[in-house]
């Protein structure tokens, strides 16, 4: 009887220690909320003041400036301003290649119509037409005729009203024209008894075609002539059954006005599901269509997304040909000029987004749009169950730096179920050890002593050994965590049986990036860099990549989750890198048995970097990393070669700006 009250006490006591947690917590969620409730309204009565809307052109100005001066700070000293300036100028001029001066050579493009490949497939270019200006209308159908690959076909549905005939006179211009030249049957057309919308109309497209592969193409924008060649090729040399390319927008009817210059990632699936990246132009194996719908009326204005998502899903060999090959014409009306000209397709984006996911047997699952666009996603996974996680600290003195980054942990973090493991490495002052004594107080932290000399694998394999969660975070001292579901937010992503190590966005203290996702080759040990590096916390990142949860090749250690089991199966780190590269070769590891590396831009941090350890910029520690550089190139030889898919390679390897390969 005695022991069956005291246990009910001891029930009690936890049952009220947990409702004090959770107290604490909604307390401090509500007072976030409150605050930024605040805030907003704040915000909106300066916003709704005339003397602020008045004020408008001066705020431009005074943000252009100091948008140059913080340029200028970037830049260094006055040799790096005349540098970048330098690098600009030549950029722009590069630019110019990407447009009609990329068209092939009379010589070329004669070589190309006469290359004989053993797969010659007939390729069925959809075009639903409607209302279409006849100068849109004729440069369309000229950069088919145009292609140096000829086994095509045009398959034109009209949904145009009375007032256009002119749209069905200027097909049989060009139907008559083709027929002339030998290529009868070529051009196929269909006016419709009414119009029936982008997706009906496309649908009609396709009861015309023949061809084994399908491409889909507006009716207002311009292909570049190798488009086709380019596509055949990667049919026969890697059985590609869904191929897309580059592409940029342009104004003026001018293609060498480019506006925006899209350069894309390889197929990557967590960017698809949050940004339709692959848009334009896509052609793939008419089989792929068997038992489904090309495009489903329900989904009009995102009719596009919804189809590339249940396509590479059932693809088996995605292709990207990183060159420029589509050009969308930027006018009113098109979606090209921006998505408040279709303000529906917003919500359709979100519908076949969520049918994605449904179909991947996601649930309770919520779709937003970010910052950058509001057809560009954050999607919110459920957290199934409260699994532990196991933070893992390597140390070495530094006692501010770590309590500054374990009280953020214990002060900030909404999500309970962690326990945090500090590697003690050859301390020398009295003070962290007497910090030690106080963090064994808590029960979520241990402290574990490494012997011998610092190398970071072995201290980290350490404290992942004698780990009890589920989950290993590794996380340096030097950080402080901002977001307060911080460890939600990256965990969403290591539950997914396809996914392996989640990186988080880290800024420097003057809140410019740190890390957001590592590129393979960048920078000039040629070994990994971190894009976007230096630029604000509040920049948006190129095509918004800063925007939204993305695939890379590799995170950074500094903050890294992966469930334990993946780390035991990629063979822990690799201690033979001591100091650096050991996370990208973990990460790269993971890649090579099949898994996804993720970086979320929704879970960040502070990095004060290289306080713990100092820079390696001279001496021994420059002679260290340059041998670990090497060992690194020579064990990834082959996946430097072929470039990190995640990272165009029209870009340059020498910034981390997605400035253009000069």
Request: proline letters at 2%; glycine letters at 6%.
């Amino acid at each position: 009887m005695v022991i069956h009250m005291e246990q009910e006490m001891n029930y009690q006591e936890a049952y009220e220690k947990e409702h004090l947690r959770n107290a604490d917590l909604a307390g401090r969620v509500a007072d976030l909320e409150a605050r930024c409730d605040d805030l907003t309204f704040k915000l909106n009565r300066i916003k709704n003041n005339p003397l602020w809307k008045m004020s408008a052109p001066l705020r431009r100005c005074m943000h252009f400036v100091i948008r140059q001066k913080d340029r200028i700070k970037n830049c260094g000293n006055l040799k790096g301003i005349i540098a970048k300036i330098k690098y600009k100028k030549i950029e722009r001029q590069a630019m110019g290649s990407y447009g009609s001066s990329s068209f092939p050579t009379p010589e070329e493009a004669k070589r190309q119509r006469e290359e004989k490949f053993t797969r010659m497939p007939k390729i069925s270019i959809l075009v639903p037409l409607y209302n279409t200006p006849e100068n849109f209308l004729r440069e369309m159908i000229e950069s088919v005729t145009s292609q140096t690959y000829e086994n095509w076909e045009l398959c034109l549905a009209d949904g145009s009203d009375k007032e256009h005939d002119l749209v069905a006179e200027t097909i049989a211009e060009y139907k008559k024209k083709d027929e002339a030249s030998g290529k009868s049957g070529r051009i196929l057309y269909q006016k419709l008894k009414k119009n029936e919308g982008i997706s009906g109309n496309t649908n009609q497209c396709l009861a015309m075609a023949t061809g084994e592969y399908i491409g889909l193409f507006d009716h207002d924008d311009i292909l570049h002539p190798s488009v086709l060649y380019e596509y055949v090729k990667v049919i026969n040399e890697q059985q590609a059954d869904y191929i897309y390319c580059d592409e940029t927008t342009f104004k003026s009817g001018d293609i060498n006005k480019m506006l925006t210059m899209h350069f894309k990632p390889d197929y990557a699936i967590d960017n698809l599901r949050a940004n339709n990246y692959i848009c334009h132009f896509s052609v793939f194996a008419r089989k792929l269509l068997d038992g489904t719908e090309l495009f489903r009326p329900r989904f009009d204005g995102s009719q596009d997304h919804d189809m590339i998502l249940r396509l590479t899903d059932r693809a088996e060999k995605v292709v990207h040909v990183p060159k420029l090959m589509y050009y969308w014409r930027s006018h009113a009306g098109s979606t090209a000029a921006g998505i408040d000209a279709k303000p529906y397709a917003v919500e359709a984006a979100k519908g076949a987004v969520a049918d994605h996911l449904k179909r991947h047997g996601f649930e309770h699952f919520q779709i937003s749009s970010t910052r950058a666009f509001d057809t560009i996603f954050k999607i919110r996974y459920q957290i199934i169950g409260s699994p532990k996680i196991s933070i893992v600290i390597a140390n070495k003195d530094h006692k501010e730096d770590l309590k500054r980054c374990i009280t953020s942990i214990l002060e900030k973090s909404t999500y309970e179920n962690y326990e945090i493991i500090v590697v003690e490495n050859n301390s020398t002052q009295q003070e962290i050890f007497d910090y030690y004594e106080e963090l064994k107080e808590n029960e979520k932290i241990r402290v574990l002593t490494y012997e011998g000399e610092f190398n970071y694998s072995a201290v980290n394999n350490l404290g992942v050994a004698n780990a009890n969660g589920e989950y290993i975070l590794l996380l340096n001292n030097d950080t402080q965590v901002i977001t307060v579901n911080w460890m939600e937010e990256l965990l969403m992503y290591a539950q997914r049986e396809d996914v392996g190590a989640v990186g988080a966005k880290l800024y420097y203290a003057d809140k410019t990036i740190q890390h957001a996702g590592v590129v393979l080759g960048l920078g000039a040990h040629r070994t990994a860099g971190h894009s976007h590096y230096k630029q604000h916390r509040d920049n948006l990142g190129y095509m918004g990549r800063l925007c939204y949860a993305q695939n890379v090749s590799a995170v950074t250690g500094a903050c890294l989750l992966v469930k334990k089991a993946l780390f035991e199966e990629a063979g822990r780190l690799d201690e033979s890198f001591a100091v650096s590269l050991n996370d990208v070769d973990f990460c790269l590891k993971l890649r090579e048995k099949g898994y996804l590396n993720v970086f979320t831009p929704f879970a960040e941090l502070y990095h004060f970097e290289s306080i713990s350890r100092g820079l390696d910029d001279n001496g021994e520690k420059a002679r260290r990393y340059n041998k670990e550089s090497e060992r690194f190139r020579e064990k990834w030889k082959d996946v430097l070669k072929a470039g990190d898919p995640y990272y165009n390679a029209n870009f340059s390897l020498d910034r981390s700006d997605f400035a253009l390969k000069i």
